[in-house]
Each structure stands twice: as structure tokens, then as C-alpha cells.
């Protein structure tokens, strides 16, 4: 951050941030050196908070122009390109249920061809817990799909943005097991959702291949002034 936002830049930013009151100020950031760009400019902390995680303060990367050898290099990836769609819909009494399973057979239904091409390969998790997540996260895929339950949280209360998964202790895991490409069965006696941290998912995904999140959550896409 303080490479970026020396004394001078800083205050610009500042002052352009004053301007605007509520709205957001995007940083794009342009960046020809290949050194440069490999390094993780995202995790820019400025003393309070990353960036990148901040609403107000959205973190874009454009590329130069087309035909620039220095152009960063794309996120390859070698076929079949590993695709998990999670879909989670657990109790609560804030929390509709989700049709997560229709979800999920439209998405195989789209994929279908290419899947018998060996081009991508889907797998599904439907109503995991987040250890169960987790522990299947550490397969490395390259695109996590998540439809559920979300909140943007509130970043002036100190509560970050998270997603909803079931809130089943350890314990009980092995009455009600879990099986990869299947739904878990209908229990009465779950406990209610837990919140999975913007931080916790971040964490969970660190130095894996995933090369995107797209998350379909109520909120998600919420920023600070729409609350």
C-alpha cells in the first residue's frame, strides 16, 4: 500500500473519496511490468482494512493494450477445467428455502456437452457444512460456484460480508454423512445456518488454482449504500 499510495497519490485519493460522500471510488490499476503485476496488489492494507474487501473502494485490474508484449500472462489452465457448484439452502428462520437442486440440474444441463467432451468436469456439494467445504476445497478446483443465502454486512459495525452454510456440529456428521455429487438428506433436527466470512472463504481458497468465485447469494452484490 505504501509502495502504491505515496504522500502526494494518497492524498488525492483522499480528497476524491471526500468528494463522492457515500459512493464508491474504484482503483483500476494498469500495470505493464510483468514483476509488478504478478504481485498480489489486492491485499493493499492501509492500516484499517484491505481494499479490495471495502465496498467503497473496489480493486479492478485492466490489462494494456492488445499487442503489447508486455501483457501479464493469462491463468492458463489445463483441461478439463474442474468446476464445484455448491448450492446450500440451510434452516434458519430468516432464510427461505432455495431450490438448490434445480440450480444445479440446470447448470449439469448446460454443461453436458462439454463434460462429455472431458473439456470441464462438474462436481456438486449440496447443503455441506463448512468443514465439509473446506476439506473439499483442498481438491483445487479452477471455478467455485456458490447459491445460497448471503449478507453485504456492515463495514461501519465491523460485521464483514458471508454466505450461509449449515450449521451441523462435527458431532452429528456421522448420523446424516455426505456424499460428494449428492444432496444431504432432509433432517429435522439441524441447527441453524452459521455465517462463513468473506474472510474464512478467502482463507479457505488461498493458494489453490481457483481461478473465480461466482457467488449467487441474496446481498452479495449489495454495497454499503443500499443498506
Not at 67 to 83: H, Q, S, Y
Not at 140 to 152: E, K, N, S
Amino acid at each position: 500500500y505504501t509502495a502504491l499510495f505515496s504522500r502526494d497519490i494518497e492524498r488525492a485519493f483522499s480528497k476524491a473519496q471526500d468528494s463522492l460522500g457515500s459512493q464508491s471510488l474504484r482503483v483500476r490499476l494498469q500495470i505493464e511490468s510483468p514483476e509488478l503485476a504478478a504481485l498480489p496488489w489486492e491485499a493493499m492494507h492501509n492500516g484499517a482494512a484491505f481494499l479490495a474487501m471495502e465496498s467503497e473502494t473496489p480493486i479492478v485490474r485492466r490489462f494494456p493494450p492488445a499487442g503489447n508484449d508486455k501483457t501479464p500472462p493469462t491463468l492458463a489452465v489445463k483441461p478439463p477445467l474442474r468446476i464445484l457448484f455448491v448450492g446450500a439452502s440451510p434452516p434458519g428462520p430468516n432464510l427461505a428455502k432455495i431450490d438448490i437442486r434445480s440450480v444445479e440440474q440446470q447448470l449439469a444441463a448446460a454443461l453436458k456437452e462439454l463434460e462429455q467432451k472431458r473439456q470441464v468436469l462438474l462436481y456438486r456439494m449440496l447443503n455441506p457444512t463448512l468443514d465439509e467445504l473446506q476439506a473439499e476445497l483442498l481438491k483445487d478446483y479452477h471455478i467455485l460456484v456458490f447459491l445460497g443465502h448471503g449478507d453485504a454486512g456492515d463495514p461501519t459495525a465491523g460485521r464483514e460480508a458471508c454466505i450461509y452454510l449449515d450449521g451441523t456440529s462435527s458431532a452429528d456428521l456421522a448420523a446424516y454423512p455426505f456424499k460428494r455429487d449428492a444432496q444431504r438428506g432432509e433432517r429435522t433436527d439441524s441447527s441453524e445456518a452459521i455465517e462463513v466470512t468473506a474472510g474464512t472463504l478467502a482463507a479457505a481458497l488461498d493458494g489453490k488454482a481457483t481461478r473465480l468465485v461466482f457467488l449467487s447469494a441474496c446481498n452479495t452484490a449489495a454495497a454499503a449504500i443500499d443498506r
